[in-house]
């Protein structure tokens, strides 16, 4: 613990999200009494509950736990940047002499003290550090992880399985730029497409913030980066730099890339030695991008040809990443996809493994921003599918912009079979609908609809 020794007790506000929920699972395994709120229940918080970590949804300090009142020497209060500064439980901290650390910095603190690899990018970031935990885990040094989803594997977002290597894998987000607080030994870079404009206002901003990550990584570390991305570590000569791809020569490539149904094997060429025969356990022509960064990562900290090999083929997955949810007659997959590039993705897997049926999308745009800045890309990208059922956006954070709703999207939607719906009539809507192959995407609350989707394609087939 350390730099938290002195600490009895941890209070999170916004301790909801993935990554908040990470380290409150962290703090508890650490012994602490971890408390915190947030604004609606989840599955993800009832899950916390029965870990016995207290949570309020009302913004008041009279529902503060009352051991957390009076308490400022020993108790650290860690918050999301996605709280606003009016939040009266925040307030109440603030003016009363307690430690505060933004999430960022907590778990900056925290790899402080371990040998951590990072994973960041603009998409494909959860996936490549979810799996490269899991090869980590096969080896007997084990590893430590901060995840941004619920691994299949783990049941879990936090994975506190090392032996003694003192090896940490996190995810490091570029919002509000906080992966510029951790300082790596080992890190990738999967991807820098413009996101967050909100923050960064431009793509030339996205950049400069990944270029001052590369310069966090630590001298003679390593960075792990996606061929044509490169000169982004220029700023720092004092590490070392491989490049990897899925479709062209790289230091790591995949090739002899052979799906049966979503499923891929390929030979992983390094610059080390040629790896043949790789099965990976997860759908998704994408992921095989995925899987050669976090085996580049992997092999990088010294992983067994055999215990690579067992990983990939052992690795289930992640919760809501092309996450196959029902197969029957009628195909069901649920995704995160919130970026326009993430929506190619993920549809062009599903097209690519279901070439001749008629795959129908549900979209729920995220954030106002992100709607506004990339209309026109998302109706680009949901005209890939045979038919588009588009919510309402869902505004997480931010407050409604004038002009900015779905409307914008769905009016740039080339295909004809479309159509506008709220959350409320998604369900009746689909119970009167032909349904093939479905595939849900989303970052907002289409997760609470998935049993409901499930539930209708059993029924529908007597299952």
């Known amino acids: ?39 609606t229940p989840s599955p993800l918080i ?87 935990a899991h090869l980590m885990v096969q080896t007997p040094q ?108 790289a230091d790591f490539c995949a090739c002899n890339i052979q799906g049966t149904n979503g499923h891929y094997q390929f030979d992983l060429q390094t610059p080390f030695e040629i790896i043949k025969n790789i099965e990976l356990g997860v759908l998704g022509r994408y992921n095989v991008e995925n899987a050669i960064a976090a085996a580049a990562a992997a092999l990088v900290w010294g992983i067994k040809t055999s215990e690579l090999r067992q990983g990939f083929k052992t690795f289930k997955g992640i919760a809501r990443r092309f996450d196959l949810q029902f197969k029957g007659n009628s195909i069901y997959i649920d995704d995160y996809a919130h970026h326009p590039e993430e929506l190619n993705a993920a549809i062009g897997s599903v097209r690519e493994m279901f070439p001749n049926r008629h795959i129908t999308g549900i979209f729920q745009p995220h954030l106002y921003s992100r709607t506004r800045d990339f209309a026109a890309e ?8 045979d038919e588009v059922i588009l919510l309402d956006i869902y505004p997480a954070r931010e407050l409604p912009i004038e002009g900015v709703t779905s409307e914008i999207i769905y009016k740039n939607i080339s295909i004809s079979n479309k159509h506008l719906v709220s959350l409320s009539q998604l369900q009746n809507h689909l119970k009167s609908s032909e349904i093939d192959v479905l595939i849900s995407m989303g970052a907002g609350s289409i997760d609470r609809e998935v049993p409901k989707i499930v539930k209708l394609l059993k029924e529908r087939e007597g299952k």
Do not use: W
Request: aromatic share 10%; with cysteine.
């Open 46 to 132: 009832e899950a916390l509950n029965k870990e016995g970590i207290v949570v309020n949804f009302e913004d008041s300090i009279t529902n503060i736990p009352s051991e957390y009142i009076n308490t400022p020497d020993d108790t650290l209060v860690v918050y999301t940047p996605a709280v606003p500064s009016t939040h009266s439980q925040l307030r109440y901290f603030s003016y009363n002499g307690y430690t505060l650390k933004k999430r960022a910095v907590a778990l900056g603190m925290i790899t402080n003290g371990y040998s951590t690899a990072a994973i960041a990018g603009t998409h494909g970031k959860t996936s490549t550090s979810t799996l490269l």
């Open 1 to 39: 613990m350390n730099q938290f020794d002195n600490i009895r007790r941890v209070y999170f506000i916004g301790i909801g999200g993935i990554g908040m929920s990470a380290l409150a699972r962290y703090f508890r395994n650490c012994g602490l009494t971890v408390a915190g709120y947030d604004s």
């Open 142 to 249: 084990g590893c430590n992880a901060f995840l941004g989803g619920i691994s299949r594997n783990f049941n879990s977002n936090i994975v506190l399985a090392d032996t003694g290597a003192k090896r940490m894998v996190v995810e490091a987000d570029e919002f509000d730029r906080s992966f510029l607080s951790l300082n790596p030994q080992l890190a990738i870079i999967t991807s820098i497409d413009p996101d967050h404009l909100d923050i960064y206002n431009s793509h030339d901003e996205v950049k400069k913030a990944f270029a001052d990550f590369c310069t966090n990584i630590t001298p003679s570390g390593v960075l792990i980066v996606k061929k044509g991305l490169e000169d982004i570590a220029k700023g720092n000569k004092s590490i070392n730099v491989y490049t990897y791809s899925v479709s062209e020569e």
């Open 378 to 385: 998302f109706a680009q990208s949901l005209s890939k599918l």
